[in-house]
Each structure stands twice: as structure tokens, then as C-alpha cells.
């Protein structure tokens, strides 16, 4: 296949993997040795805060009554959308049981996970809409206690609004600590805390190293680096509006990529002349990170045809993908490897990323090859069990016995031998690894 980069970006998402690995590390390590006293020591010095680590219900009612009415309605209308299409999810996991073998029953049975820490950025962006994702879905898998854990800004605390997000979607506890502090306090049972069974939410190179160290004593959502978006757009797409979703996209960091694959030069040439004067018109924080992101990490690929798109936005496997093209149906039959799908350009990420219903926490730097973004099934355990009788087991047993012998695991083989004798006495068996 021949793609033509008329972009092609410089630079990678990658961070300084070693020394961000080496630093959370020893601040994970220093909180689990210390206890409350560390982490808050580390919260002291990194969010500048002394103030309550676990809101009361005074202080969460205070927080709430400082966020406008207009708001909190479009929170709630954010928290009913993601709400109901978590609980379609929800339906979609059943317990289940067959019978493998006359008188053998096997079944599945799917058992929310007892803790989940959720944590909401809130730094350079005070990540409203994160509470809601995270919060909400927990809460509809059946999670027992939910933590939500915000960054407070010096001198003020957790922004009010991500307050209310959490505290109407169903959060058990509000932590106002940020970073490696926040994760650890979740992960650790601080400060009363239940330990987290699973950690959640998006967050800087330092948040997403900690989950990564932590994974394995812990289940966390997948393994995040920074966000990233790819539009596939055709001759019918719009220019300003295929580059107004790339900007948009490009303004969450100054390395988060974003990629324009299409079939259509002309397309591709005047989306390119669109987009630095999109940028410019940004506030001034917005567009320094639009602008780096651009710069620096953005790719503009022009291909043969629509197969050929679709091969290679499956080779980089985005985060997000909008498809502005003809014959929707086709790329939602075509298209494999995305964390989230965005047809027509009637939608857009940035629907998803706030109120549409979909999750915005989702598989990046080409995760989406192997994972999904975040939902219900994510706090939920699927376990099996199985029952027998004692004539059913007569068969499972002679092959267990053989098969373990075969391997050499002569216990295995005898725990299948002691039922034989014991159910049926007397009748002979040949259960030698080549009988």
C-alpha cells in the first residue's frame, strides 16, 4: 500500500518513561511505608492543600451550592445519557449455566468488584465530565464503595463543579488529593478508605506510571498515554469542520497526536491551511497546546482509496476515530481497531467526551488494537462455578486422570482417582497416561 504523508510528525507520544517510572516509584514506596502522614506530606507539597482530605457532607453541600443551576443541569443531562447506556451494557452480562456433560453443570456469573478509586484531573483542565464517566459507571456495575479523588487548587480546594458531578453520580467518598498521592491514598486504604480493588480515570504521565506500577495488586481501567484522534474523511467531507475536530482534539496537550487520513488531496491540502488559523483563534492556553500538538505530533496521509484508509486507521489503532465520508455503514462494517467510533459529521469526539452517553475513557497509543474504553464490564468479575452428580462426574474424571498423567502432575491425576473409588467401588478404570 502507498500512503503519501503530506505531514508527517517529528515526534511520538512517548514520555521519559525511566525517570517519570523512578519518581513515582519512590513516592508510591515512601506513602506505603508512611501511611496518611506521607501522603499528606506529598499532597503539601505537590497540590499545596492542608485542608480536609475526605470532604464532609457540609463541605460537598457547600460545593454544590456554587455551582450554577445551568451547569448542574448539564451535568445531570450528561449523567442520565452515560447512566442509561451503562446500564444497556449492564444488560448485555448475565449469570448463565448449561449442561456440558449429562448431569455436569457448568455456569458463569459476573460479581462487581467490592472498591473502585476513580480519578478525576484537575489541573490545567478541571475534568467535570471524568467524575461523571467514572463515577457513573461504577456505580451501575454495583460497586459496593466509590471513591472519587480530584487535585484541589491551592487555597480553594476541588472545583466545585467536579464536587457535584461525583456527589450526584454516586460517589461514596470525595478525596481532594492529586497525583501519585491521590492514587496511592485509593490504593493503599488511606484515610478510612476501603483499598480500591480497581483504579480508574484518566490523568497526567505521573498518574498513568502509578496505575501502571500498581496494576497486578490492583486492576486498573488499561494502561493510558496521551489522548489521540484520527478523522477519515472523503471528498464529501467539510474542510472547516474536519479541521475544527482536529484542533479541538489537538488542544488537550502539547503531545497528544492528531491524524488526517483521506483519499481526497484537495481535501487534505486545504484542511492543512485551515488549521493554523483554527489555533490561533484558541485562548491562549488552549492554542500553545493546539499549536505543540500540531507541530509536533500531527500527520495529514493521503491514500488510494477507502480500503486503504481503513488499513491504515487500523494500523494506528486511535483513541477516538470520526469518519466523515459516504456509505457510513460500510466504515462501521470495515473499521476494527478504535476505542471510540464517531460516524457522519452530524457527531463529534467532543459529544463523546461529554454528554452523549458513550465513555471518553479509552484505549490510547494504539491500545485500541487489543482493548476497549472504559464501561460497566470493567468492575465486573466474570467467574464460573460448576456442580455435578456423582454418575456425571464418572466420565470427567477418567479423562482428568489421563490427561494429568500424560503431563506428568500425578496430583492432579490422583484427586480425579479418589472419586472413582469413592462413587464407584469395585468397577475398574484404566486411567494410566496411555490406556
Known sequence: MTR????????????????????????????????????L??????????????????????????????????????????????EMQKGT????????????????????????GCYVPGGRYSH?????????TAKVAGCRHIAACSPPRPGEGVNPAIVYAAHICGADKIIAMGGVQGVAAMTFGLFGLPKANILVGPGNQFVAEAKRILFGRVGIDMIAGPTDSLVLADKTADPHVVATDLVSQAEHGYNSPVW???????????????VPGLIGDLPELNSQNAAAAWRDYAEVIVCADREEMAA?????APEHLTVQAEDLDWWLNRLTCY????????????????????NHVLPTSGAAGYTGGLSVHKYMKIVTWQRTTREASKDVAIATARISRLEGMEGHARAA?????????GENFDLSADG
Open 417 to 425: 482417582d479418589v472419586r472413582l473409588a469413592k462413587y464407584f467401588p
Open 41 to 86: 506530606e506529598y499532597a503539601k507539597k505537590f497540590d499545596q492543600y492542608e485542608g480536609n482530605v475526605i470532604l464532609s457532607q457540609e463541605e460537598i453541600d457547600a460545593a454544590c451550592a456554587l455551582v450554577p443551576e445551568k451547569l448542574k443541569a448539564d451535568i445531570q443531562f450528561s449523567h442520565d445519557n452515560v447512566k442509561r447506556f451503562a
Open 93 to 116: 452480562v448475565s449469570d448463565v449455566q448449561m449442561e456440558i456433560h449429562p448431569g455436569f453443570i457448568a455456569g458463569q456469573k459476573a460479581i462487581p468488584v467490592d472498591a473502585a
Open 312 to 316: 491504515c486507521s487500523d494500523d494506528y
Open 339 to 358: 476505542g471510540s467510533l464517531f460516524l457522519g459529521e452530524e457527531t463529534t469526539v467532543s459529544y463523546g467526551d461529554k454528554a452523549a452517553g458513550t
Open 260 to 274: 488526517l487520513v483521506t483519499d481526497d488531496r484537495a481535501l487534505a491540502e486545504k484542511v492543512m491551511d485551515l
Open 128 to 136: 467535570i465530565a471524568s467524575a461523571i464517566m467514572t463515577v457513573t
Open 4 to 39: 503519501e504523508y503530506l505531514k508527517k510528525a517529528p515526534l511520538t507520544a512517548k514520555s521519559d518513561a525511566s525517570e517519570t517510572h523512578e519518581i513515582v516509584k519512590n513516592i508510591l514506596d515512601d506513602i506505603e511505608a508512611g501511611g496518611d502522614e506521607k501522603a
